[in-house]
């Protein structure tokens, strides 16, 4: 069984500033873990992903999460916000054996000028 | 470019009126999925398609019905329509375990 958890349903943040983004999983297999966004009326992307490599991710736009096997976490993680970083993310959590990722309920990212 | 299509992006439809949502990849993955988002709830899994040939039922499958016709295309079908129903709908294609590839979705809403 897997299920993820995002804490946090709405996280605002100003321009330049750090954006943080929570997801604790729960996994009875090692996980793959991965982050999506979501633009307004568009499909979800692929931001990032942890496939049992480095702990620490980097993915596209700036994003960055870190593995936390201790803490069961997987946080998102961006140094200095951006106007067009604002969307909906979505953390999901798959197994090792096969794909069929659960998803968080998600967290929409607003930036603030 | 290489990617999900799904077909139609916006449809209307009548309390028991039945459709087929279409989907197809040309990634040549092997698996397929369906989801339907709404407000609050996430992404929920309806069917998917493990490999061409198989399909098995999600966690919210009641009302509908799925294909996988060949490898590249993976269609849902909704028999008698709801209004529970209406939502916005995404296929995913993936290879293994490495992450989706998604449409950009079908908002669907039923009245």
């Known amino acids: 069984a897997q299920s993820v958890t995002q804490l946090g349903s709405h996280v605002s943040v100003s321009e330049g500033a750090l954006v943080l983004l929570r997801c604790n999983y729960s996994?009875?297999?090692?996980?793959?873990l991965f982050w999506y966004v979501q633009y307004p009326n568009q499909g979800l992307q692929l931001l990032l992903k942890?496939?049992?490599?480095?702990?620490l991710v980097k993915g596209i736009n700036g994003f960055e999460a870190e593995f936390k096997k201790s803490e069961t976490s997987f946080h998102l993680t961006k140094p200095s916000a951006h106007m067009s970083d604002a969307a909906e993310y979505f953390c999901a959590v798959s197994n090792t054996n096969a794909g069929k990722s659960t998803f968080g309920d998600g967290t929409t990212l607003t930036v603030k000028p | 470019n290489a990617g999900v299509t799904q077909t139609p992006k916006f449809q209307v439809l009548k309390t028991g009126q039945s459709m087929t949502l279409q989907c197809a990849q040309d990634m040549n993955h092997n698996s397929m999925y369906w989801y339907r988002q709404d407000p609050g709830m996430g992404l929920r899994l309806i069917y998917y398609s493990a490999s061409e040939g198989t399909t098995d039922k999600g966690e919210v499958p009641n009302g509908y019905n799925v294909s996988r016709l060949n490898k590249r295309e993976f269609s849902l079908r909704l028999e008698s329509a709801a209004p529970s129903q209406t939502s916005v709908y995404f296929c995913?294609?993936?290879?293994?375990?490495?992450?989706?590839?998604f449409g950009s979705g079908t908002r669907l809403t039923v009245v």
């Open positions: 942890y496939t049992s490599a480095a702990t």
């Open positions: 996994s009875s297999v090692p996980p793959y």
């Open positions: 995913a294609a993936e290879q293994g375990a490495w992450g989706y590839t």
